[in-house]
Structures are given as structure tokens and as C-alpha cells.
């Protein structure tokens, strides 16, 4: 059986796990609770994947940052704007090994996702962190 997103009478929404002839197996996406509910009371949501209700268990910051940020490199980018920023753009080259290219294209990445933005530092051009990176970040860490 493929596994689905259901809704309950009231609105929640479950992923179904197993269906008999009177009730199905379901679990809660946010608290992992399996139950059974009579199959009566149970729908299908089409507008829903399996994979949109299972990551409703996490923070949409969090599915946002790790969908977005491809290599480790780019996530100690964010992490070091976060902690220690916001820094210049000459600061990111000299001090992280980055040449200007790469930086050039992992902060276009970072913005695009909505995790950096540019900002001005010591009259240089520069990038810190937005509230979703923080966010997401601080997430991850606890």
C-alpha cells in the first residue's frame, strides 16, 4: 500500500500507514502517536503528498535550510555569518577559503533561499544572516 495523507472528521491530517475494512492505521506527522480510525472518518487529502504531511514533524525553517543548503560548506558558511556576523565580503575572502567565484556563488544560492541577506559593513559590502537562517540554525542545534 502506498502510504497517503488522510483527514480526520476534524480537520487533522495523518499519514496512513494500513487500512483493513473498518479502521485504519495512522500516525501523526508532528507527535509520532499511531491510532486506529474507523475508515468512515477518514479522507483522502489529494492536494497533499506523504512527503509534505512526514515533514510536518519539523520546523519549515529547518526543511527550507536542508533542502537548500547542498554541501558542508555552504552550511559553515551560514553558521559562521550567524555566529559571527555580519561580515564583509573582503573579511569572507581572507579569512574562509573561499576563492571569489565560489563565494560569489554560495551567497547567490544562500540569498535566493532567503538565508542571507546583503548588508553593509564598515562601509564595505557585506552579508548576515536573515531571521529564517537563524531560525532554522538555532533549530538544529538543540
Given amino acids: 500500500m502506498?502510504?497517503?495523507t488522510v483527514r480526520d472528521t476534524e480537520g487533522t491530517?495523518?499519514?496512513?500507514?494500513k487500512r483493513s475494512a473498518d479502521a485504519s492505521l495512522v500516525r501523526h506527522p508532528e507527535t509520532g502517536e499511531r491510532q486506529h480510525i474507523p475508515n468512515d472518518d477518514l479522507d483522502t487529502?489529494?492536494?497533499a503528498t506523504a512527503a509534505d504531511t512526514v515533514l510536518r514533524a519539523l520546523p519549515e525553517p529547518v526543511v527550507s535550510l536542508v533542502t537548500s543548503v547542498h554541501d558542508e560548506r555552504s552550511l559553515a558558511l551560514l553558521l559562521e555569518l550567524d555566529e559571527e556576523g555580519p561580515l564583509s565580503v573582503r573579511t569572507l575572502l581572507s579569512e574562509y577559503d573561499f576563492c571569489e567565484?565560489?563565494?560569489?556563488?554560495?551567497?547567490?544560492?544562500?540569498r535566493a533561499g532567503g538565508f542571507v541577506a546583503e548588508t553593509t559593513v564598515l562601509g564595505q559590502r557585506g552579508y548576515e544572516t536573515t531571521e529564517v537562517a537563524t531560525d532554522a540554525l538555532d533549530a538544529l542545534r538543540t
Fill in 2 to 4: 502506498t502510504r497517503r
Fill in 13 to 17: 491530517r495523518y499519514l496512513l500507514l
Fill in 45 to 47: 487529502v489529494d492536494d
Fill in 101 to 110: 567565484s565560489d563565494l560569489h556563488g554560495l551567497l547567490t544560492e544562500l
